[in-house]
């Protein structure tokens, strides 16, 4: 084997080897996080259903001549409010992280990997080189 042959391998080689650590890196970094904001989504959506079912106890004994507390369903609203915006800002997180990008035909999300919709089947485009 002459010098000539030899070079571009090694080369080919040392760019492989620097590169995948970087991604795996970057991979466990991401699952890390994903891990954490779906534990967040999974508590705010518990918190939302307590709020909700408080709210409509509140509503059945109103409506059947009880007494409801002066303001009561007006801040139960406010935190069902607060609970659902920051239930949607982790969702949109989750997708940021998960690279997902919504199909050119219907809208839902697909993967970063995705070459078509899981839902409608169309092309998503993603994969070659967008
Ligand atoms: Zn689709």
Excluded: Q
Excluded at 5 to 11: D, E, Q
Excluded at 41 to 62: D, I, K
Excluded at 63 to 75: F, L
Excluded at 101 to 110: F, I, M, N, W, Y
Aim: glycine share 10%.
């Amino acid at each position: 084997m002459n010098e000539r042959t030899k070079k571009p391998a090694r080369r080919l080689r040392v760019r492989a080897v620097c590169a995948a650590p970087r991604r795996a890196e970057e991979r466990s970094l991401a699952s890390s996080e994903l891990k954490g904001l779906n534990v967040r989504l999974y508590e705010v959506n518990s918190e939302l259903n307590a709020s909700l079912r408080r709210l409509g106890e509140l509503t059945y004994t109103a409506r059947a001549g009880g007494e409801a507390e002066e303001g009561a369903a007006g801040s139960l609203l406010a935190e069902i409010d607060g609970r659902m915006a920051e239930a949607e800002e982790l969702r949109r997180r989750i997708s940021e992280v998960k690279r997902e990008r919504p199909c050119p035909v219907c809208g839902s999300a697909c993967g970063a990997g995705d070459r078509f919709c899981r839902r409608c089947g169309a092309e998503t485009g993603i994969g070659d080189g967008n």
